[in-house]
């Protein structure tokens, strides 16, 4: 069977007329943090197209291996990643990605973050500890992130200066609050990642 040229395949057509309005360029952002703390939400609220989602029950077999769903009250969990698009103007599309929180998931984040141009980790006061395993895997593969706590109602809030210390972030890496359930919250979290994107780049050149 002949599929034609492989170069035609791989950069043919396909990616600008399917996905990418004429003159507009797409930028690949990933939505990270651990388990629970919004990430399908954050997706789902913001995306202008119907997300795709990998949701899957959770069940007696991960007892032991997986966090449970406890207070949180999950039913279910990402099991690959979670897919989105918003248009910031007509020359910005930001695609979103956003990963299984479940660390035996955490593998996928190698195909996942490939491409990004920077990352929004999101954080639940409740469970701080797991952002620091979070900040170092981004560190380590030299992905650009702001930090967004994700004000759940029934979490503790610290002033933000408090938080920055905690999670030990320069203060250069910008940190918001954001609500994951509201679309303008996540969008103003996305913009404040494409700033700080932006000055990073300007330092770059001079
Ligand atoms: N009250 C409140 N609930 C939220 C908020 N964000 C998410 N939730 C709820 O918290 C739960 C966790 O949301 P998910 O979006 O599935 O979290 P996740 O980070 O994708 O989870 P995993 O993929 O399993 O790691 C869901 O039941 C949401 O409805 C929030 O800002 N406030
Ligand atoms: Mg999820």
């Known amino acids: 069977m002949d599929f034609g ?19 507009a360029r797409g930028v690949k952002v990933v939505i990270v943090g651990g388990f629970g703390v919004g990430k399908t939400t954050m997706v789902g609220a913001v995306s ?20 449970n769903p406890g207070a949180s009250g ?3 969990t990402t099991v690959a990643m979670d897919f989105g698009r918003i248009s910031i103007n007509q020359e910005l599309i930001l695609y979103l990605f956003g ?9 996928l984040w ?25 900040i170092t895997r981004l560190e380590d593969r030299r992905v650009p992130f702001v930090v967004a706590v994700n004000t759940f109602p029934e979490a503790p809030q610290y002033p933000l200066d408090e938080l920055r210390t905690a999670l030990a972030l320069s203060d250069s890496v910008p940190l918001v609050t954001c609500d994951a359930r509201d679309r303008a919250s996540c969008r103003d979290a996305l913009l404040s990642l494409m700033v700080y994107l ?8 001079v």
């Open 74 to 76: 999950k039913s279910t």
């Open 110 to 134: 190698n195909g996942i973050f490939e491409g990004a141009l920077g990352a929004v980790v999101l954080v639940d006061t409740r469970r701080i500890e797991v952002c620091f395993e979070v």
């Open 5 to 23: 040229d492989s170069d035609t395949l791989r950069a043919g057509p396909r990616d600008t007329d399917l996905l990418l309005p004429h003159g």
């Open 99 to 107: 990963t299984p929180g479940q660390e035996r998931f955490w593998f």
């Open 198 to 205: 932006c000055t990073l780049a300007v330092q770059e050149t």
């Open 48 to 67: 202008e197209i119907p997300p795709l989602t990998t949701e899957e029950r959770m069940t007696q077999a991960g007892v032991g291996i997986d966090h």
